[in-house]
C-alpha cells in the first residue's frame, strides 16, 4: 500500500519577535524575512519569496520588486507584500504572506509618559518608575525602551532592582 500525501507543507515566517511586519518608509533597505516549511511526508521543503508593491490607489495590481541578497528598497509609498511559496513532493503547495505599508517619512517617536527629573540629596535610594511604563508612540516598528541613569557629571550610575543610591550633587 501506498500512502498519498494530500497536505501541503506548512510555512513558518519568523517576524524577528514582531507580531506583524514592521511599516517601512522611502528609500529604506527592507529585508525579507526568513521562513520554513515543514511538511509530514518531506523533510526538503524549500521556501521561495517573491516581493510584490501595490501604489494603494484601488487597483488589485501587484507589482515585482527586485530582491537582492534578501534585501530591497521601499522606493514607492504604498503596499508591500513578501509572498513565501513551499512545494512538497507530492506538489501539494502552500503559500504564506506579510504585508506591510511603506510611507513618505518614518512616523515620529513620541514619549506619552515620562516621569519628571527626579529629586534626590547625597546617599538617598531612588526608586525609578519601571521601564514599561513609560508610553512610547510612532516608529516603524518593534520599539524597545531602555533606561539608563546618569550623574550630574555625566557618568552613567549603576541602577539594579529600579533603584540606586545617589552619590553626587547637582
Do not use: H
Amino acid at each position: 500500500d501506498q500512502i498519498e500525501d494530500i497536505d501541503a507543507p506548512t510555512i513558518s515566517v519568523d517576524l524577528n519577535g514582531e507580531t506583524k511586519a514592521p511599516n517601512s518608509f522611502v528609500g529604506a533597505t527592507y529585508t525579507v524575512f526568513d521562513a520554513v516549511a515543514k511538511d509530514f511526508y518531506d523533510e526538503n521543503c524549500v521556501v521561495r519569496s517573491t516581493v510584490l508593491y501595490n501604489d494603494n490607489s484601488g487597483s488589485d495590481k501587484w507589482y515585482d520588486v527586485s530582491v537582492k541578497d534578501g534585501k530591497f528598497v521601499t522606493d514607492k509609498i504604498g503596499k508591500y507584500k513578501i509572498v513565501y511559496t513551499a512545494t512538497d513532493r507530492s506538489d501539494n503547495t502552500a503559500t504564506a504572506e506579510v504585508q506591510f505599508v511603506c510611507v513618505q517619512k518614518p512616523y515620529e517617536i513620541t514619549f506619552g509618559t515620562m516621569p519628571a527629573d527626579i529629586a534626590a540629596t547625597v546617599f538617598d535610594n531612588v526608586d525609578l518608575p519601571e521601564a514599561s511604563d513609560i508610553v512610547v508612540r510612532g516608529g516603524n516598528g518593534k520599539l524597545n525602551v531602555t533606561r539608563t541613569v546618569l550623574a550630574p557629571d555625566g557618568t552613567e550610575v549603576d541602577a539594579q532592582n529600579n533603584s540606586f543610591i545617589a552619590e553626587q550633587i547637582g
